[in-house]
């Protein structure tokens, strides 16, 4: 994380495939549904969690149309659904996607993507190449550690939404632009996908996810573009900070226009948060006014950590919670364990 921070013709692909496994799949019982201006209650989040999840095809979790996205990461979550409870307390909405930051030669976590769809929320994991390269990735190194992970994330069953080296575009993580080149980026995701199409790992949502182009204007994006065969959606992390642009269309536009010379992919913000400062509020609602004006935008994930001396927690904040809760108040979620 920085602080200056069409999947159709693929669907049809995916739909039959999808179907015989919807239909092969017994469905227990769902959550209750989400009102579109209510809160989370006690007795609806227990039952939830008392229940199996709903099982559903990939077909249905790339295609939903009835919604947006509100999506969190939050410290502890979804190993504890705490933290998530509190901020949808604190913003009256319960969110649909749950996202987890997730290491290199990590096992996969069954549990809490299990956990995430018992609550009712598509599991998303962003998975940090730390303590290897990019470069050994795409010759090999990892193989039998990838095709393990592939299985495992087979064996669960439902969708994972999978993001592999984001922020790739920028210098501050070992798999950005001072250690990595483009070309061993892209054979490294095309590997890691393959891997998984060879283990029988088709129920991933694969999301490739650059910083916003604003800090490093320098650096196009297409080189880094794995090709639509390997991508599902295209995620973007972009934060509000005071130094920055403080409308949806100044932080996301260049960056979206620029993907939209190679590509058609929906796109989904897939990190982002506001800094306080006296456009606060109001960053806010362009955030959310954008995600909700734009057909081709999922929806949001809000990363609720305070780091590095910068809080950017939406329950901790009086003015960004008023703000978050009332922009949010009137967006229909996405409903797929519903």
């Not at 092969?24 to 009102?35: E, G, K, V």
């Not at 490739?208 to 994006?221: E, I, Q, T």
């Not at 734009?294 to 001396?309: P, S």
């Amino acid at each position: 994380m920085t602080a200056a921070s069409s999947a159709t013709g693929k669907l049809g692909a995916l739909v039959l495939v999808s179907v015989a496994l919807a239909a092969s799949l017994a469905a227990c019982a769902p959550r209750a549904p989400q009102q579109a201006a209510g809160g989370p209650t006690q007795a609806g989040a227990a039952a939830a969690l008392s229940a199996a999840p709903q099982r559903i095809a990939l077909a249905r979790a790339l295609a939903d149309p009835a919604g947006k996205f509100f999506g969190l990461e939050v410290n502890g979550a979804p190993d504890s659904l705490g933290p998530v409870r509190d901020v949808a307390a604190a913003v009256d909405r319960s969110p649909d996607l749950l996202g987890q930051y997730v290491g290199w030669n990590t096992p996969f976590d069954a549990a809490a993507a299990a956990r995430s769809a018992r609550y009712g929320a598509l599991y998303y994991m962003a998975w940090e190449p730390f303590g290897t390269t990019v470069r050994a990735i795409a010759d090999g190194a990892s193989d039998a550690y990838i095709s393990g992970f592939a299985r495992a994330v087979r064996d669960f069953g439902d969708p994972v939404a999978l993001s592999f080296g984001h922020e790739m575009n920028g210098d501050w993580y070992p798999w950005g632009t001072t250690g990595t080149t483009a070309a061993e980026f892209v054979a490294a995701w095309r590997r890691i996908h393959d891997l998984f199409a060879k283990n029988g790992a088709d129920n991933v949502i694969w999301v490739w996810n650059p910083n916003v182009v604003n800090p490093v204007p320098g650096v196009r994006l297409r080189p880094y573009w794995p090709g639509g065969a390997y991508v599902d959606w295209v995620g973007i992390t972009g934060y509000f900070a005071t130094t920055g642009p403080h409308t949806f269309g100044g932080l996301y536009g260049p960056t979206i226009s620029q993907i939209r010379q190679f590509t058609a992919e929906p796109v989904l913000i897939a990190e982002t948060a506001v800094e306080t400062g006296p456009d606060e509020a109001e960053s806010v609602r362009s955030l959310i006014a954008g995600v909700e004006d734009r057909g081709d935008v999922l929806g949001l994930i809000w990363f609720n950590y305070d780091k590095d001396g910068v809080d950017w927690t939406l329950d901790g904040r009086p003015l960004v919670r008023a703000a978050m809760a009332k922009s949010l108040a009137g967006m229909r979620l996405v409903s797929l364990y519903r």
